[in-house]
């Protein structure tokens, strides 16, 4: 499974494409020759849907826009297992790995609860302190978009421009998904290696 490489924005945006802080499930090396398209990979038990540049650059410009316009400190896009796919934003850069992580287990116990409630789901989830609050909303069934900001944001603004933040994220979502689901899927050379080697051990032992 491949995916494209975790955004990490920064502000100023010149700084997009110098990011320090990678996802503990990215795999790369430092001199690794550059090339376009998939660059990276992210543990396969979480997820196995391909982040493209078009990709990642579309959502990149939705959550600048977001963070922008609703003033937040920080913002991400996050898929359902909390691997962070973009994040942009000066405050908890070295926290953002555990906060998507908490995000999304979060998220997928209010799922839970929704069941037990007879909903669907809760498409939004709130967490309020007396200093900052994060807001999440789901973009359709993989990802999720997260905006922490502060007491002197008004919520229902945030509400707003999130909601149309996630129309534009779920367009994109809609495009990856085809792409992926149109893309040759890549073969495990090693699980395939194994097989071979256990099939053959098999039919020595039926032969002797």
Known sequence: MVIGPMTDQRTPPEDADAADGVSRQIRQTDDSPKRSGPRAK??????????????????????????RDTRASSGMVID??????????QEYRAEMMMLGALIAGTYASTREMAKILHEEHFRMLLQEGSKEKIFTEAVG????????FDRHTHLGLVKVLC????IDLSQILDRAIETNRNRPREQDAGLARITRDTIDLLFRKDDA
């Open 141 to 148: 069934d993989h990802w999720l978009v997260s905006v922490i």
């Open 80 to 89: 359902r297992a909390g691997q962070i796919i973009v994040f942009n934003g």
């Open 163 to 166: 909601n149309r933040a996630t």
């Open 42 to 67: 992210f543990d396969p038990n979480l997820t196995d849907m391909v982040i493209d540049e078009t990709t990642s650059t579309g959502i990149t410009d939705v959550l600048g826009r977001l963070v």
